[in-house]
């Protein structure tokens, strides 16, 4: 896992920080992460800074002055791995509903496979979320299948967050551009790198709901995925 980097936001994440990073680097020697914290109250970037002392050179934090969304904080921690070089570049989130273990399944579906991006997905072989209410699972379901519907894209889970990009795909998507900040992130970084034409490759995983800390999820930002998805139909048209 050459030239990789696995950016991962936080905001008060004090409970999960340290297994997170430990987990990620016992997977392989050669990577690299990339913490972006909004200045969390409850010092999850403190024990970062101490956590760097065992891991030199491979562990990396941006402290943000506010909590500015997610979109926000990948948004920099593109453009931070863009500058350092690295050609994969992964989302990942703090709370372990993302397996580190499936770290090398998508970097070898880039890296050997030849996708441009590879999205870990929960649909792409029927559902598989364990510890979630059904009413969440069902948002979360329907809510890809809507965006599949507007957008046209052919994948299964257009929400996903656990994703491994090769480096020129963000090259070629103006970052400053990027609309949204929440839920609807997801959904814009895939449908512009649908729009360009690159190779989408969805691996299996199973997604396992956090059993420590509070989710981020609101009203608010699924408010945004559903509207905002319209709109950034409407506007690709108009582009075309």
């Not at 590879?118 to 029927?126: E, H, L, P, Q, V």
């Not at 551009?177 to 729009?195: D, H, P, R, S, W």
Request: with cysteine; glycine share 6%.
């Amino acid at each position: 896992m050459q030239e990789t980097v696995v950016i991962i936001p936080t905001y008060n994440e004090i409970e999960n920080i340290e297994a997170i990073i430990r987990a990620v680097f016992s997977e392989s020697d050669a990577i690299h992460i990339l913490v972006v914290d909004d200045n969390s109250p409850d010092l999850t970037a403190l024990k970062v800074k101490e956590l760097q002392n065992d891991f030199p050179n491979r562990l990396f934090l941006e402290v943000r002055q506010e909590k500015s969304g997610l979109g926000t904080a990948y948004i920099h921690g593109f453009k931070w791995s863009l500058e350092k070089k690295y050609n994969y570049i992964f989302e990942m989130d703090a709370d372990f509903s993302h397996n580190p273990k499936d770290l090398i399944k998508l970097y070898n579906a880039c890296h050997i496979g030849g996708a441009d991006m590879a999205i870990g997905s929960r649909y792409k072989t029927g559902v598989n979320v364990v510890n979630w209410p059904m009413a969440r699972v069902l948002m979360s379901y329907g809510a890809s299948k809507y965006v599949r519907l507007i957008t046209g894209m052919k994948i299964h889970d257009t929400t996903a967050g656990f994703v491994c990009y090769k480096r020129k795909v963000l090259e070629s998507i103006d970052l400053n551009a990027v609309k949204f900040i929440g839920y609807a992130f997801q959904i814009e970084m895939k449908f512009k790198t649908y729009l360009k034409k690159f190779k989408i490759v969805e691996v299996p995983v199973i997604f396992t709901d956090r059993t420590r800390g509070e989710s981020k999820l609101n009203t608010g930002i699924i408010s945004e995925a559903i509207f905002g998805v319209i709109s950034m139909k409407f506007k690709s048209l108009f582009k075309k």
